[in-house]
């Protein structure tokens, strides 16, 4: 069974660097998505993405944040300088046609020292 | 403001005991809503999508129900591997953005 798939499972770093996050979404999909769930919290919607551009973003999803679909399959979310405030699972995930049938992947958790 | 209320936020059935879930939703126009299961440390997994008020969406032993206000996520005679959070999220007229609740955190005693 297809499925969506992201690296690393966890990553530390440290506050001020630069984080990219990678998924590779299933293969004949076309709407991409990346969603934050701080722990213990709901799951954020940050950003979509659709026809190589953002269909639509969050207030989450400022300037230290972009999105890239570097080739045909992987997708990546960047953020440029890391705060303690960003620590949180991230969320990857992709649809084909069907509104809700998303399918997330495992998620990388993101911690910020 | 769009916005989206599960509850309980946490529900203890034994097993065999039937229980429902609810979202309660206001936007402005719903566009579809959707349940989840999320497993402790992994990703939300897709359960189904209600579009128009009265309609009905089955899986084993889940039942989904939707009014113009709300809906509803039926157990009926959960099992213990049914012991996860069950979230709920909407897509409104004229976005792309799904707003998620804060989710249910079911448990099931054998």
Known sequence: EPEVTQTPSHQVTQMGQEVILRCVPISNH????????ILGQKVEFLVS?????????????????????????????????????????????????GFGEQYFGPGTRLTVT | EDQVTQSPEALRLQEGESSSLNCSYTVSGLRGLFW???????????LFTLYSAGEEKEKERLKATLTKKESFLHIT???????ATYLCA?????????IFGTGTRLKVLA
């Open chain 2, 90 to 98: 909407v897509i409104t007229s004229g976005t792309y953005k799904y």
């Open chain 1, 49 to 97: 993405f659709y026809n190589n551009e953002i269909s639509e973003k969050s207030e989450i999803f400022d300037d230290q944040f972009s999105v890239e679909r570097p080739d045909g399959s992987n997708f990546t979310l960047k953020i440029r300088s890391t705060k303690l405030e960003d620590s949180a699972m991230y969320f990857c995930a992709s649809r084909g046609t």
């Open chain 1, 30 to 37: 076309l709407y991409f998505y990346w969603y934050r769930q």
């Open chain 2, 36 to 46: 989840y299961r999320q497993d402790p440390g992994k990703g939300p997994e897709f």
């Open chain 2, 77 to 83: 005679a959960p099992k213990p591997e049914d012991s």
